[in-house]
């Protein structure tokens, strides 16, 4: 489950988890304007960092797990019962910056992995 944090006002930035120099500057450049973290025109102080995985399903285990539901007749017993095996495989992961300004404008997650 994501957690989603809300940022109030009797919260102060000291007690929020941080980022370091050098953890900015491998962030690279905003996946959607294509300019580093301090080269906007405007000030942004807040921005995105997004944990970007490609996954691939796997249909031998996904052909596996569909078997075992009809032997068993039910998705519940084969969740219990069965292999439980991964269904799908993260074979790429990212981690990308992008700007607040323009979270708005990020169209084709695709380009991503196209660097
Ligand atoms: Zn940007």
Redesign the pocket.
């Known amino acids: 489950m994501v957690e989603k944090k809300k940022i109030s006002t009797t919260e102060t930035i000291d007690s929020m988890p941080g980022l370091k120099m050098k953890q900015l500057v491998e962030l690279g450049k905003?996946?959607?304007?294509?300019?580093k973290l301090a080269e906007?025109s405007e000030p942004q102080l807040t921005f995105y960092v997004l944990d970007v995985q490609r996954v691939l399903i796997d249909p031998s285990a996904m052909r596996r797990r569909i078997g075992e539901e009809m032997m068993m007749g039910s998705g519940m017993l084969a969740e219990v019962m069965g292999a439980n095996e991964d269904l799908a495989k993260v074979f790429t992961t990212k981690k990308v910056?992008?700007?607040e300004?323009?979270a708005g404008n990020l169209h084709h997650l695709a380009l991503i992995f196209e660097e």
């Open positions: 905003c996946i959607v304007c294509r300019k906007t910056l992008v700007h300004g323009c």
